[in-house]
């Protein structure tokens, strides 16, 4: 598969990643195949969360992997925290150090590639968290660091503390959930789309070699549903399908194509636990959508240009 440097770093990543969120939907047998499919494919980023099943999905992937030595040599594995449910968001040095500890343990390894925090914590003291990806990196438990569904002057904020790169930061985004492009599109116009609801991020993560991680690719609203064969997007859905069947291949792998065509070099992070969609999203690398067909599907899923 195609690859990208992850930010800044000279971290090369597969160009789609595998999210985990939902490999506890899997028996051992499943998950097994699943991972090994994965790998099969050239898919050996694996993103995970110490919230996802409350941990279970980062136990059950190391079973399912079997994690060993060798094997962790060869995979890309990403994990973040920052999330207490229930409860609140929580950045705090003791709550770091504590959440990446039980991230390893559950992935049965030594240190993770990528570390990120998760939502942003509202009662964030950046020294804290400076003194905790510090004390994380000389120890040789994390590698490199991000964030996720944060805006410019949070990361900034960060940054006037953490001397380690952000390299990714992990933001929802998909064709229909596209206000992070449409705001940059309708500048200065008076419609809805027009509103910089996260502080110009796209053009931020460009300007600083941040790479942006599309989650939930194939959502519309927040977790409304998925917009692929949805009779609420009629268009959308005649022009992908339209698209696909020029290039050969399914309506999945041409809406993650929209998103690899944009130049920001974005890697979506893929939700699926099926091995023939997950097949689908890894051939979106080998596509090419020209700028006529990006904007075509664009529009067509109601998107205005002015």
Partial sequence: MKTIKLGTSSLEVPV??????????LDKNGAERFVQSALDLGANFFDHADIYGAGECEEIFA????????????????????IRPGI?????????LNSVDGIL???????????????PDAL???EEVAEAFEQLEKAGKVRHFGVSNQKPMQIELLKKFVKQPI?????????????????????????DSSIDRD??????????????????????????????????????????????AKYSVSNTTIAIAWLLRHPAQMQPIIGTM???????CVKAADVVLTREEWYEIYTAAGNILP
Wanted: charged share 25%.
């Fill in 167 to 191: 390299v990714a930061n992990q933001l929802q985004l998909s064709i229909t959930n596209a206000n992070m492009i449409s705001n940059g599109v309708n500048v200065n116009m008076e419609v």
């Fill in 88 to 96: 609140s968001f929580d950045f705090s040095k003791e709550h770091i």
């Fill in 16 to 25: 789609v990643a595998v999210g985990c969120m939902r490999i506890n939907s």
């Fill in 199 to 244: 502080g110009s991020i796209l053009d931020y993560c460009r300007l600083h070699d941040i790479t942006i991680q599309p989650w939930s690719p194939f959502q519309y609203g927040f977790f409304e549903g998925v917009f692929l064969g949805s009779d609420k997007f009629p268009e959308l859905n005649k022009k992908i399908d339209e698209i696909a």
């Fill in 124 to 126: 964030v003291e950046p």
């Fill in 105 to 119: 343990k559950r992935l049965k390894t030594d240190y993770l590639d990528v570390l990120l925090l998760h939502r």
């Fill in 274 to 280: 099926n091995i023939d969609r997950l097949d689908d």
């Fill in 63 to 82: 079973d399912a992997i079997h994690m060993s030595p060798s094997v962790r040599e060869n995979i890309i594995l990403q994990s973040k925290c920052g």
